[in-house]
């Protein structure tokens, strides 16, 4: 669907349940997301991207490298579903934790961007993440997106007291990007 020079987003397929579910069962990865998931809860994941992409035209699609045809994780744009992205562009990636630090989410989320400027009508994209996911909020600011520090929320899907609660909001207008 989409390529760059190292990676390929794509549409999910049955295959794709147990590597993502490897991804989404490493307590590093969920760090700073939430609890692991188990097989059930990640092929529900997979199943709700797809429902989106046959809906929306887009999801957070499958994503592997060129290299190898490995799932690594996922990248793509969703419609938001809660304040302060409810149907907005939302941009979002998840990495298996050995393909850190290697520009992969910048690559990605760039093309994922490119792709949701260039096929849909919104001004903007929004990303969301725990305030202190510091990674995310690298490659946020690496595509250029500001701190909204106006949105700044309590994720209404997480309950009180939990430490990822509090999260921030980041946007890139389209004529900036």
């Excluded at 990865?29 to 939430?34: D, E, L, P, S």
């Excluded at 202190?132 to 994720?155: I, K, P, T």
């Amino acid at each position: 669907m989409i390529e760059t020079e190292r990676l390929r987003m794509r549409s999910w397929c049955d295959e794709d349940v147990a590597p993502f579910q490897a991804i989404c069962s490493d307590p590093a990865v969920m760090a700073t997301i939430g609890p692991p998931l188990d097989m059930d809860a990640t092929a529900a994941r997979i199943a709700w991207m797809r429902a989106h992409q046959a809906e929306q035209g887009h999801c957070f699609w499958a994503l592997e490298r060129q290299s190898d045809e490995r799932l690594i994780g996922w990248c793509g744009v969703i419609r938001g579903d809660m304040d302060p992205v409810a149907d907005m562009v939302e941009i979002g990636w998840r990495l298996a934790r050995d393909c850190w630090g290697y520009g992969f989410a910048t690559e990605a989320a760039h093309a994922a961007a490119a792709w949701a400027f260039a096929n849909l009508p919104d001004e903007e994209i929004r990303a969301i993440t725990w305030r202190g996911n510091v990674r995310s909020r690298a490659v946020m600011q690496r595509l250029g997106m500001r701190y909204c520090s106006d949105l700044d929320f309590d994720h209404p899907k997480l309950a009180e007291g939990d430490p990822l609660r509090p999260h921030v909001t980041y946007s890139l207008p389209r004529e900036t990007a």
